[in-house]
T-cell receptor, first 117, second 111 residues
Framework: GAGVSQSPSNKVTEKGKDVELRCDPI?????LYWYRQRLGQGLEFLIY????????KSGLPSDRFSAERTGESVSTLTIQRTQQEDSAVYLC???????????????FGEGSRLTVL | GNSVTQMEGPVTLSEEAFLTINCTYT??????LFWYVQYPGEGLQLLLK?????DKGSNKGFEATYRKETTSFHLEKGSVQVSDSAVYFC??????????FGQGTRLTINP
């Protein structure tokens, strides 16, 4: 597609429920990233995919968080047993070749706003 | 580890005012530095970048100079417009690592 597409744009859920957030990167981009932005805070790295593998998942905050990517395209971020502190905007980004010195141009989606009641 | 610290917002200015948004970083070696911008209702997009010391990145009237001696990458614009209202993020990348962002600074320009 023309840009990075994320869905849903807004999700309200009850504490303890599972949620899935979807990201469609720009066609042909091999690298895909998930970031989280809590209210009033900066972007927090969660996980990075190169193709279908995840060389860096160091930012996933707990084992309730998981992500997968299939076909070097769509990625799904899953949060199990959601907690109120999971409320945030979840941003997906893609880039052509992955993080490299001198590049770093990531193309971001508009984010999925998650509210856990 | 690597980190980025930005001037706290929100920042409110009148149109045609001079803008500075401070950004300092902590990193070993020589990171590449970036400013990203998020306009209302849109995704983050790259505004400008600098890849080595003393480089100046520029775009849309904005400038930032990579100062290794002060580990800074302050964003400046000589005359802001209402359309510059957005959230601005300073970021760095080093080696093959992930992009590390500051907390963002919300800028509002009043006519």
């Amino acid at each position: 597609g023309a840009g990075v597409s994320q869905s849903p744009s807004n999700k309200v859920t009850e504490k303890g429920k599972d949620v899935e957030l979807r990201c469609d990167p720009i066609s042909g981009h091999t690298a895909l990233y998930w970031y989280r932005q809590r209210l009033g805070q900066g972007l927090e790295f969660l996980i990075y995919f190169q193709g279908n593998s995840a060389p860096d998942k160091s930012g996933l905050p707990s084992d309730r968080f998981s992500a997968e990517r299939t076909g070097e395209s769509v990625s799904t971020l899953t949060i199990q047993r959601t907690q109120q502190e999971d409320s945030a905007v979840y941003l997906c980004a893609s880039s052509l070749n992955g993080p490299q010195p001198g590049l770093g141009e990531l193309f971001f989606g508009e984010g999925s706003r998650l509210t856990v009641l | 580890g690597n980190s980025v610290t930005q001037m706290e917002g929100p920042v409110t200015l009148s149109e045609e005012a001079f803008l500075t948004i401070n950004c300092t970083y902590t990193a070993t070696g020589y990171p590449s530095l970036f400013w990203y911008v998020q306009y209302p209702g849109e995704g983050l997009q790259l505004l400008l970048k600098a890849t080595k010391a003393d480089d100046k990145g520029s775009n849309k009237g904005f400038e930032a100079t990579y100062r290794k001696e002060t580990t800074s990458f302050h964003l400046e614009k000589g005359s802001v417009q209402v359309s510059d209202s957005a959230v601005y993020f300073c970021a760095l990348i080093q080696g093959a690592q992930k992009l590390v962002f500051g907390q963002g600074t919300r800028l509002t320009i009043n006519p």
